[in-house]
């Protein structure tokens, strides 16, 4: 009982100055916080696409708040979001007009080298061979960019993403979960696009895929903006520079090269 009593005596005593030191110590180095950033955490979406450029809703709030970030970075939130942080904030803000996705791969018709029996995810299947398409470079079909997109934009049909516009608010989503690459977000207008995605020759993708890009510069020739160039037998279109003219589009000899507003079948 002799050793017992001064032990627990000590330990009440370290229990009570460590006590009181974190109490000066939270005292010392409290930080306030500015009641503002969960106002304007409330006002977001709640999404966490980081389509904002920061790693989630609370994050961007933060920087809107402390570092002045525009209230009009949250892209999923639209014009009202926007409109409500800067209310917040008292500031105005800026009017944007958000991009959407674009699925460049229009291969309804590529034939398969296998039978692919795995989980049904996009980038497991591209582990085994590069997936079960003869196009190594196209849509794997299997919905992973369906499952990621937080807004309910996308559905498979014919093997293929479909974007639907009125719900795809360009977070970016879609495009970070396929491990082809082949989707990409572009401004919300008329352009000139090119639905392929394949570095391989003419001849090889004309034997496996019938819409595909055959790398003939016909587009590129007769461009009068400058705005589309073929490198690595794949032609792709500068967004700065289309005039939306639709000559490379009557050009091409399979197809693969569209105006955005005629993609019903990829934004319907």
Avoid: W
Avoid at 12 to 30: D, E, I, T, Y
Avoid at 64 to 69: C, N, P
Avoid at 200 to 211: L, N, P, T, Y
Wanted: aromatic residues 4%; proline residues 6%.
């Amino acid at each position: 009982m002799e050793i017992v009593f001064p032990a627990a005596a000590m330990l009440l005593g370290l229990g009570v100055l460590f006590g009181l030191g974190l109490a000066v110590a939270s005292r010392a180095f409290a930080v306030n916080a500015d009641p503002r950033v969960d106002e304007v955490t409330e006002a977001l979406p709640g999404v966490n696409c980081g389509a904002c450029g920061y790693a989630g809703c609370s994050a961007y709030a933060e920087a809107v708040v402390l570092k002045g970030i525009s209230p009009s970075e949250c892209i999923p939130g639209g014009p009202e979001t926007a409109a409500a942080v800067a209310g917040i904030m008292g500031v105005s803000a800026e009017a944007k007009t958000p991009p959407i996705a674009v699925v460049h791969c229009a291969g309804t018709d590529v034939a398969s080298r296998f039978e692919y029996e795995g989980v049904e995810d996009c980038f497991a299947a591209s582990l085994l061979q590069g997936g079960a398409k003869a196009c190594v470079f196209g849509c794997l079909g299997l919905g992973t960019c369906v499952e990621a997109c937080p807004f309910d934009a996308i559905r498979m049909e014919g093997g293929l993403p479909r974007i639907d516009p009125d719900k795809c608010v360009g977070c970016g989503k879609c495009v970070s979960a396929c491990p082809r690459g082949i989707i990409a977000l572009h401004p919300r207008k008329d352009l000139a696009r090119v639905l392929c995605r394949s570095t391989d020759k003419g001849g090889a993708v004309r034997k496996i895929c019938s819409v595909g890009c055959i790398g003939c510069k016909k587009c590129e020739k007769i461009c009068p903006a400058d705005a589309i160039h073929v490198t690595d037998f794949l032609a792709a279109v500068d967004d700065e520079k289309c005039i939306a003219c639709g000559k490379c589009v009557a050009e091409c000899p399979t197809g693969c090269i569209v105006m955005r507003e005629s993609m019903p079948a990829l934004t319907t």
